[in-house]
């Protein structure tokens, strides 16, 4: 193996390491992973830059501006009250429609975005109630990862599969995974209602004063909120379209955004910029540099002819080796950094002999977005929600933790690997 490609494989397994102990900031050690493989001369500049994929950059920052102007209308604390009052107040209906919502949400915004809309207005909801609010927490986590993995905006590793490759639009992740995404969530509210349905009961008293409460008052500014809607219906219309418009996801989420802030005024730009989530995009930005290191050395294309031999190019074989080998590292690694190295590797399979990726690629969707559900530490949303709730003296234990999600993301997998079998390889 030449030197550049160790030196390649060095950087990475180190920066990896470090990024899984969680004791440098994940943003920190990929940026200055990239700066080393850049010093090191594993790549150039030029060449570094080809490799970052500003498409998926672009969508990150496109939604995150149009749904941080859409929070300040009160719309996402209107909606949860709503549903917990259309549920008389009953903690096992609120539970239901918390997680159903928060699965449509994270689908059409992003996974990250809607718990952390969600869980404030939640801890609110079982503070009114008096009742633990770990269920509620936990079932938004699972219904997070789940939502998110039935459209291409839904959870980073969609976005960064769509964005690599141009032919799974919008509405191929849409027809694709949406189906096998609403039989798990379905799958799993009878499950949820079992395990924990007696540990979130409340007084006549407590329901009825939460029916008093007054949903509309959480709508701060009717205008704004009007001029939301209509931009945020827009974009999604767009992202439908997107490929007969001949444009790029990234194109129609800046479109969306800048006309977002064009009608509500220099103001809303400046507080929106400042919601701009800037740490993971360079978090994206380190990553892909790294991973660049791997591909211009060939250390990738070692890898895709080792998996092909392993499986014989079976195209069954190699798909239930990258679904369930996603799922499993995912519940314990970061899946981003996980699914930016093996995109890249499933292209290579494509020019030794695999003719037909399309299955490869929704395996490895389903088992990154999927596996998330499987600890504490699988997905950014999970993480989220646990740094929320240990600020309201709620902490949520990775061992506790490990012992619900996991068993719930191993059904979810074997689920997925029925319907990849089914559906495209029989």
Request: proline fraction near 3%.
């Amino acid at each position: 193996m030449e030197q550049q490609a160790i030196w390649a494989i060095v950087i990475f397994a180190v920066i990896y390491g470090f990024i899984i102990s969680e004791k440098i900031h994940r943003t920190i050690l990929a940026m200055f992973g990239a700066v080393l493989v850049v010093v090191f001369g594993i790549v150039d500049q030029e060449t570094a830059l080809h490799h970052i994929d500003f498409n998926t950059l672009g969508l990150l920052v496109g939604m995150m501006i149009i749904v941080s102007v859409t929070a300040e209308t009160g719309l996402f604390k209107y909606i949860a009250l709503k549903a917990a009052k259309l549920a008389k107040g009953k903690p096992k209906r609120i539970l239901l429609a918390l997680t159903l919502i928060t699965a449509l949400g994270s689908a059409f915004l992003d996974n990250v975005t809607t718990v952390l809309l969600m869980v404030p207005v939640t801890l609110s909801i079982t503070r009114a109630l008096q009742i633990k609010p770990f269920p509620f927490l936990f079932t938004q986590i699972i219904a997070s990862n789940v939502g998110g993995t039935a459209t291409l905006i839904g959870d980073p590793p969609n976005i960064m599969i769509g964005s690599a490759v141009k032919e799974l639009t919008f509405m191929a992740f849409i027809n694709n995974l949406s189906p096998i995404a609403v039989i798990i969530i379905l799958s799993y509210l009878p499950i949820f209602l079992i395990m924990f349905g007696r540990q979130i009961e409340t007084t006549p008293e407590l329901r009825a004063r939460m029916m008093e409460m007054d949903e509309r008052a959480e709508i701060t500014d009717v205008k704004l909120l009007r001029t939301c809607l209509a931009v945020l219906g827009l974009t999604i219309v767009g992202f439908f379209l997107h490929q007969s418009l001949h444009l790029e996801s990234a194109a129609v989420a800046l479109a969306g955004a800048f006309l977002l802030l064009l009608l509500t005024g220099e103001k809303r730009m400046e507080e929106a910029f400042r919601h701009v989530e800037w740490t993971t995009l360079f978090f994206f930005v380190g990553l892909f540099v790294l991973v660049s290191g791997l591909v211009e050395t060939g250390v990738i294309a070692k890898l895709a002819q080792q998996a092909i031999a392993f499986t014989g190019g079976d195209l069954l074989a190699t798909s239930m080796l990258i679904l369930w080998l996603s799922a499993i590292a995912s519940a314990f690694l970061d899946n981003i950094p996980f699914v930016a190295t093996m995109i890249p590797l499933i292209q290579e399979m494509g020019s030794m002999g695999v003719t037909n990726l399309e299955p490869l690629w929704w395996s490895l969707a389903l088992g990154a977005c999927l596996g998330g559900n499987g600890t504490l530490v699988g997905a950014s949303a999970n993480l989220i929600v646990a740094g929320l709730a240990g600020k309201e003296g709620h902490p949520i234990r990775f061992a506790k933790f490990l012992k619900i999600g996991f068993p719930l993301m191993l059904l979810s997998i074997v689920l997925s690997s029925l319907y990849i079998y089914f559906r495209y390889l029989m």
